[in-house]
Nanobody
Framework: VQLVESGGGLVQAGGSLRLSCAAS????????MGWFRQAPGKEREFVAA????????VYADSVKGRFTISRDNAKNTVYLQMNNLKPEDTAVYYC?????????????????????WGQGTQVTVSS
């Protein structure tokens, strides 16, 4: 499985960005997908995740109400709509695919549940 993120960039505080993650393969609809981020000097942290059907999602408290994760299984793509961005959202954002095992929506909030990772896309929010 190959994952390619896009949509990052520089935005002012209060602005919006939409990240996309395109996945290879024919079984995308079977994967749970997640977004994580890593700021300089910090550990990679969970942002949002979505189960296979798209009906079940979970968010980190820091982004709840501002970010929305969605997926289009026909296009093998997962999205992260980010609104009301803050300087503390600045990080490299990674998408990840969870392809093995069956986990609850809470269990897929940790990095160790994911089998494949994209290369990341930089998001910078200026104050």
């Amino acid at each position: 499985v190959q994952l390619v993120e896009s949509g990052g960039g520089l935005v002012q505080a209060g602005g919006s960005l939409r990240l996309s993650c395109a996945a290879s393969g024919r079984t995308f609809s079977r994967y749970a997908m997640g977004w994580f981020r890593q700021a300089p000097g910090k550990e990679r942290e969970f942002v949002a995740a979505i189960k296979r059907s798209g009906s079940n999602t979970v968010y980190a408290d820091s982004v709840k109400g501002r970010f929305t994760i969605s997926r289009d299984n026909a296009k093998n793509t997962v999205y992260l709509q980010m609104n009301n961005l803050k300087p503390e959202d600045t990080a490299v954002y990674y998408c990840a695919a969870q392809t093995s095992g069956t986990y609850t929506i809470v269990e897929i909030t940790t990095t160790r549940r994911y089998d494949y990772w994209g290369q990341g896309t930089q998001v910078t929010v200026s104050s």
